[in-house]
Nanobody, 123 residues
């Protein structure tokens, strides 16, 4: 049984930082493509960042490039999203997702999803 459990969300002031974690079990962590998506109220779920086991270079949506960093720890079966210089428009529920494809899909059609963690950026 696949389980993806996110943590690390919360309330932060603009300009602040958060580190999200996604602990995975029940799948071949090292051979999966991993991504973070987010969904704000009334909006569609959007791709934030992804990393593939076959392509080392991560991919980011333009609005977070230079501020967010996705990383993975294969030994701990955990994916991270370090978020710096947070803005109010980053407020959303953040989801981690896993897929068996070798590319980094930017559409929300991944094999497995976590339950999400709320990130609120507000003063």
């Amino acid at each position: 049984q696949v389980q993806l459990v996110e943590s690390g969300g919360g309330l932060v002031q603009p300009g602040g930082s958060l580190r999200l974690s996604c602990a995975a079990s029940g799948l071949s962590f090292s051979y999966m493509t991993w991504a973070w998506f987010r969904q704000a109220p009334g909006k569609e779920r959007e791709f934030v960042a992804g990393v593939s086991w076959s392509v080392g270079t991560p991919y980011y949506t333009a609005s977070v490039k230079g501020r967010f960093t996705i990383s993975r720890d294969n030994a701990k079966s955990t994916v991270f999203l370090q978020m710096n210089s947070l803005k109010p428009e980053d407020t959303a529920v953040y989801y981690c997702a896993a897929d068996s494809r070798t590319v980094i899909p930017t559409k929300p059609r991944y094999d497995d999803w976590g339950q999400g963690t709320q990130v609120t950026v507000s003063s």
